[in-house]
């Protein structure tokens, strides 16, 4: 390996760097940039790489843990009722060293660890005095989901990633052997389990990085109809070409060129076992003749032959039936089609403008089984929301990653998610709830309306994700007295404890947040509240032994800090 390598992987990390939290260390940065490169193709958001870090004390030799169903990553709080086919799991345990070497002591760390944790006879309770709680729960959280599915016969792939700053062509053979046995311990446990070990160093890190999104790619086709008056088009395509679209080079589903936030494959329902079942005849019937195609947006279209080029291509409509092709040549291998001729419908809508995409996005899968709030992005409160964020500078993801697909800072990216988590506490005064479900809040209907709606001002969304913002880089790097496992668990507590203390009423309304502005939450209030909420906590703890993520998500304790909090003026009374 060249010394070049090294020398341009850091000039590319100090300039990155710049999009991240600026607050970040050198190594946390390089845990991020880690954890996207080896993750490129699951599209996970920065929020969802920080969730998955693992960084710090007690982490077993792991510093980042990510668990894939069926490509959609798990969360505490996922539902599996949907899970009906055989689900695949990908388990990604990384561990990244800002060095220039690879250990051997480094992967021993794991070793003992994977001997712990992932022997399902052993209590993960008992192991909370040896393993932060962030790994704990990652760990528990894989375990019970994979137990649950269990009758469904998972597949199971551990991939093991060790990046450093090295070369990995001159890795000591201890540390080969090492990973050897990792293998084969993972293997002990989970003995149909398919183990990989991989180096990643600066050449790798460099070469991964150079690989783009394209969002340019070309259809071959069999017959082609161009609509009238517009350059819109419907054309055959065969099953093989179809599949060649839908996939990169190595053969992985190309995830970002579906629109993220109508995308949750709905696993073995009824619609869904009709398409396999139609893949899998052996009559004469062509695919498309059983099935109502594909939706792709493009904002340009060109065709040479029997081959139309896509730009910004957007697949809108058909994951299903997208999800079920992939599938099925993922695992019979594309020459399983091979002189059968079935093709599939695919409509193309040539558009650029926002509103008209959002109008289609809701009008084609209005027809299918997709959750109702899936839908939700293309609602008018949420293109009022981006817009009202873009005049002040900063960039409301309602469509997963469009901004970071832009270079846009993160510090300035607000997903749905943390929105309305940061609503739900600040707004609603229900911190307990932002923490117990922070993937699945706004799923219901109920909720969603009480979250986002017309009778709260965009400048107050705003205000919540800044101060949101604000409070997660004071956790960060100004509340050494608040336990490592309590800055995830109670920040939405001290967002609401805060808010409270700064208004000085704990009943107050959104309305009474007018002219409030993130800068108010000085690092004084915020210390203040801070040290009250450690205090409360404490003496709940004392009186019912829970733990904090247990504390966190009760609403007996939110009840027990409203009914204590000390409030600057006679509004306590």
């Known amino acids: 390996?060249?010394?070049?390598?090294?020398?341009?992987?850091?000039?590319?990390?100090?300039?990155?760097?710049?999009?991240?939290?600026?607050?970040?260390?050198?190594?946390?940065?390089?845990?991020?940039?880690?954890?996207?490169?080896?993750?490129?193709?699951?599209?996970?958001?920065?929020?969802?790489?920080?969730?998955?870090?693992?960084?710090?004390?007690?982490?077993?030799?792991?510093?980042?843990?990510f668990v894939f169903i069926n490509g959609d990553l798990l969360h505490e709080d996922s539902d599996l009722t949907g899970i009906k086919r055989p689900p695949r799991f990908e388990v990604f345990l990384?561990?990244?060293?800002?060095?220039?070497?690879?250990?051997?002591?480094?992967?021993?760390?794991?070793?003992?660890?994977?001997?712990?944790?992932?022997?399902?006879?052993?209590?993960?309770?008992?192991?909370?005095?040896?393993?932060?709680?962030?790994?704990?729960?990652?760990?528990?959280?894989?375990?019970?989901?994979?137990?649950?599915?269990?009758?469904r016969h998972p597949v199971l792939n551990f991939n093991f990633i060790y990046v450093t700053k090295g070369d990995t062509t001159n890795i000591h053979p201890k540390v080969k052997e090492q990973a050897k046995i990792l293998e084969q311990v993972i293997k002990e446990f989970f003995s149909g389990a398919k183990t990989e070990v991989t180096f990643m160093g600066a050449r790798e890190l460099l070469d991964a990085s150079r690989v783009g999104k394209s969002y340019t790619l070309q259809l071959q086709f069999l017959e082609s109809y161009l609509s009238k008056g517009a350059d819109n088009y419907i054309v055959l395509s065969s099953l093989r070409d179809y599949y060649n679209f839908i996939t990169d080079r190595d053969g992985n589903l190309q995830r970002h060129i579906f629109e993220s936030n109508v995308r949750d494959y709905q696993g073995n329902v009824e619609v869904n076992k009709d398409i396999q079942k139609t893949l899998e005849a052996q009559d004469n019937l062509d695919f498309w003749w059983?099935?109502?195609?594909?939706?792709?947006?493009?904002?340009?279209?060109?065709?040479?032959?029997?081959?139309?080029?896509?730009?910004?291509?957007?697949?809108?409509?058909?994951?299903?039936?997208?999800?079920?092709?992939?599938?099925?040549?993922?695992?019979?291998g594309i020459e399983e089609e091979k002189g059968k001729g079935r093709s599939i419908l695919v409509r193309i809508i040539i558009t650029d403008n926002p509103e008209t995409r959002d109008r289609i996005i809701k009008a084609t899968n209005f027809q299918t089984a997709v959750p109702v709030a899936s839908l939700k992005a293309t609602d008018r409160i949420q293109r009022n929301i981006e817009d009202f964020f873009l005049q002040h500078d900063w960039f409301y993801?309602?469509?997963?990653?469009?901004?970071?697909?832009?270079?846009?800072?993160?510090?300035?990216?607000?997903?749905?998610?943390?929105?309305?988590?940061?609503?739900?506490?600040?707004?609603?005064?229900?911190?307990?709830?932002?923490?117990?479900?922070?993937?699945?809040?706004?799923?219901?209907?109920?909720?969603?309306?009480?979250?986002?709606?017309?009778s709260i001002r965009p400048d107050i969304y705003l205000f919540c994700a800044r101060t949101m913002k604000r409070i997660d880089n004071y956790l960060r790097n100004e509340s050494a007295e608040l336990p490592i496992q309590g800055k995830d668990n109670l920040k939405f507590h001290l967002a609401m404890l805060s808010?409270?203390?700064?208004?000085?009423?704990?009943?107050?309304?959104?309305?009474?947040?007018?002219?409030?502005?993130?800068?108010?939450?000085?690092?004084?209030?915020l210390t203040e509240s801070l040290q009250e909420m450690i205090k409360s906590t404490e003496e709940f703890a004392s009186k019912r032994g829970w733990t904090i993520e247990r504390i966190a998500k009760s609403r007996e304790f939110v009840d027990y800090m409203l009914k204590i909090v000390n409030l600057p003026s006679s509004e306590a009374a």
């Open 290 to 332: 059983l099935n109502n195609g594909i939706t792709i947006l493009a904002s340009k279209a060109s065709i040479v032959g029997k081959t139309i080029t896509l730009d910004d291509v957007l697949i809108v409509n058909g994951l299903q039936t997208t999800t079920i092709i992939y599938n099925y040549f993922k695992d019979r």
């Open 499 to 525: 808010t409270i203390k700064l208004i000085g009423n704990k009943d107050y309304k959104a309305t009474d947040m007018s002219g409030l502005s993130a800068s108010h939450f000085t690092k004084e209030l």
């Open 1 to 65: 390996m060249s010394d070049n390598d090294i020398i341009i992987l850091n000039s590319i990390l100090k300039q990155n760097t710049a999009l991240v939290e600026g607050s970040l260390s050198d190594s946390e940065y390089f845990n991020v940039f880690a954890f996207e490169q080896i993750l490129k193709n699951y599209e996970l958001s920065y929020e969802e790489m920080s969730k998955g870090s693992i960084d710090s004390g007690d982490d077993g030799g792991v510093d980042g843990l």
């Open 397 to 454: 993801d309602r469509r997963k990653n469009y901004y970071k697909n832009m270079g846009k800072p993160a510090a300035r990216i607000i997903s749905i998610p943390y929105l309305a988590q940061a609503v739900m506490a600040m707004i609603l005064r229900e911190p307990d709830n932002a923490r117990a479900r922070p993937s699945s809040l706004i799923k219901r209907n109920t909720d969603y309306s009480r979250v986002f709606s017309e």
């Open 94 to 151: 990384i561990q990244t060293k800002n060095s220039a070497s690879f250990s051997e002591i480094a992967v021993e760390r794991v070793i003992a660890s994977v001997r712990n944790l992932l022997n399902l006879t052993k209590d993960m309770n008992a192991l909370r005095n040896l393993y932060n709680s962030d790994l704990i729960n990652k760990v528990d959280s894989f375990r019970h989901a994979y137990l649950d599915l269990a009758s």
